[in-house]
């Protein structure tokens, strides 16, 4: 909203912002990171989709609309405008260090103690990132280390492969993960990824995904306990994703008010497809799915809003083993998939073990069969997607039949005014994502559910420096301790 006043008040056109109690301080940080502090700010007194008929209409009538009317005939200070502190020359704000500048000497305990008054950690003790880590970060990249990979709101600051390389240490990645950590950064500086709705009130969290070669050539766990802390490669690379986010971005809970998650999610631990298990039953691995080649190696990053409880399949065919694929599938998305249609984007995740991909496989299943029965069966009572935006509080009144007849969505939706009627819960098939990994020994699934248009699915292979073997081999020495 604040976004959007603010390219008015630019046009010349008078702007004011309605907000809630519950978002003051998060509008307030907000708008002084975009420079729009001169834009009012009218506050809503409370939590307006709770608010019974009548006292939300005293609450507009006595409290809003006062404050609005103030706001739009008091007149604009075009001195406010024009005189706005740029928050990189505000003294309160502190100075970004530069590459190899010192930010601190101090014992083990007092750096942690000093990174916590800063808010450069997530809570848990970091590794100090002193030059010598990061240099040797450096050394698995022919990138430069001053090279730009994008300008990350909402803070609007510039992720480099050097600040990429000082959050991958103080994560407590290995220097060999530093490819995978550029293309993760890449992911997120992606403007199609939306980092800046990270802190939307749904609390979702990113989610990575790595397909390729690495996956065995870097130790990541791709079957028993997968998305389980206790491998170094998928638990430091979920937390330098993080960190990614606080750090570079800017997105920091209270007391720094840029986001505003209600509940997180949990999830900090990238998944590993398992590409042993692809190869063997002939499914296309998840990165050939996204575009790119079997040969490459390729990170994928997307929000994780929800995740279904383990849904374990039994049978011999590929019949037998939807039966609780599409009832919990269905389940974990609640009526909360509306934002399939109402943004057009909507990329389930499904998460299969080898055992239970397997009787897909050899029941003559390919991912297109799977992701089309599921498209065709995971469905909803209408009336959910046109009443729950109301519960939310922030969508607008519509209807399917309306919504068909514009020519939004296909026929399927309002085949009939029933509003108890059965509709599919995803906008289309092929946005419906399926990986294989997990226990090999066991008859599971998980569905892991993205937050529509925030954090949409983002690709990147990932680019390996040319002495990567040498670089790889050296090391390997370290972890065993012969160098």
Known sequence: ML??????EDAGVPAVAIVATGFMAQAKAIAKLIHATAVPLCEY????ALDPDDIFTVKVREKLVPQI????????DEA????????????????????RDIVFRGSLEAVQNEFERQGWMDGLPVVPPTLEQVDRFLEFTDRPADELLGVVPPQDREATVWNVAVNGVMAGCRPEYMPILIAIAECIADPNFRIQDAGATPGWEPL??????LTTDLDFNSTVGAMRLGRRANSTLGRFTRMFFRNIAGLVIPPGDTDKGTFGSGMHVALAENDAAVHEMGWPSFREDRGFSAADTVVTVQSCLAVSAPIYSGGNTGLQCMETIVKI?????????????????????????????????????????????????????AHWFERYPWHIGGGKPFTLAGWVAEGRIGPEYALSDDP???????????TINVVVAGDPGRNQSKVYV?????????????????NWQELLGRERGRWAGTE
């Not at 976004?3 to 008015?8: E, L």
Request: charged share 20%; aromatic share 8%; with cysteine.
């Open 208 to 213: 990575v995904i790595v397909s390729g070669p």
């Open 420 to 430: 108890g009627r059965l509709i599919p819960m995803m906008p289309r098939a092929e």
């Open 329 to 381: 599938m269905g389940d974990v998305q609640t009526p909360w998939a509306f934002n399939g249609l109402w943004f057009d984007q909507w990329h389930p995740l499904v998460v299969m073990s080898p055992a239970v991909a397997d009787v897909f496989a050899k029941d003559g299943w390919t991912k297109d069969d799977v992701r089309r029965y599921l498209y065709e069966n995971v469905k909803i009572e």
């Open 69 to 76: 009317l103030q706001a739009l005939t008091a007149g604009r």
């Open 45 to 48: 007194p409370g939590v307006p």
């Open 80 to 99: 406010e405008v024009a005189d706005e502190p740029d928050a990189a020359l505000d003294p309160a704000t502190p100075a970004v260090p530069a590459q």
């Open 3 to 8: 976004r959007a006043c603010k390219v008015a």
């Open 450 to 466: 993205n937050n529509h248009e925030q954090g949409a699915p983002t690709s990147r292979r990932v680019d390996l420096p040319g």
